[in-house]
């Protein structure tokens, strides 16, 4: 299932880019479906920057076909991104905590300038689901179940990319 976000921020590209980067904890107040953020690592070299950072979310959108399935303890995820300070990219992968064999998530964000002093962030990726090795899902039902979980998923994932666009907004001008 493909993800696609885009969203012009009236901030430089370079300053979005290095926020993005750096600040991600800070952002956090403004990210109303994550309760933390854990910076994990961190290595510099060559012009790029990696990090693993833990996303720990809020469990109080569970649908009710999912709650038999996804408990609140699950709601966190591994992102491992790879930003390259040449092109202004960031290389990412998602693994969840639960479901660690059935989810497979990752992408690409592009900064790109939008005129002289705003950017323009689009994040795209793509989600997996094997229903399959989801644990307790009998094998009769992974075909209705699957694209309800994917959906949950996505829907969980994307806001939180459009509300990360938003919160650096906010985040940099509570800083002016």
């Known amino acids: 299932m493909k993800i696609d976000v885009n969203s012009t921020i ?7 880019f290095d926020t993005y980067r750096e600040e991600i904890q800070a952002l956090v107040q403004y990210l109303p479906n994550i309760e933390k953020i854990d910076v994990v690592s961190r290595e510099e070299k060559d012009g790029i920057v990696t990090f693993e950072n833990h996303w720990y979310a809020s469990a109080s959108d569970i649908p009710k076909v ?5 408990k609140p303890e699950m709601m966190k995820w591994i992102d491992r991104a790879r930003w390259n300070l040449d ?3 960031c290389e ?7 479901m660690k064999e059935a989810v497979t998530c990752k992408g690409l964000n592009s900064f790109s300038e939008n005129g002289s002093d705003a950017m323009t962030l689009r994040i795209q990726g793509d989600l997996g689901l094997n229903v399959k090795k989801v644990p307790g899902v009998p094998t009769l039902l992974a075909g209705t179940i699957r694209p309800q979980l994917e959906k949950f998923i996505v829907a969980m994932i994307t806001p939180n990319f459009e509300t990360i666009n938003k919160g650096i907004a906010q985040y940099l001008a509570s800083k002016s």
């Open 66 to 70: 999912a709650q038999a399935f996804v």
């Open 10 to 16: 009236a901030y430089s590209r370079d300053t979005v």
């Open 87 to 89: 092109d202004k990219t």
């Open 92 to 98: 990412w992968e998602i693994e969840t905590f639960f």
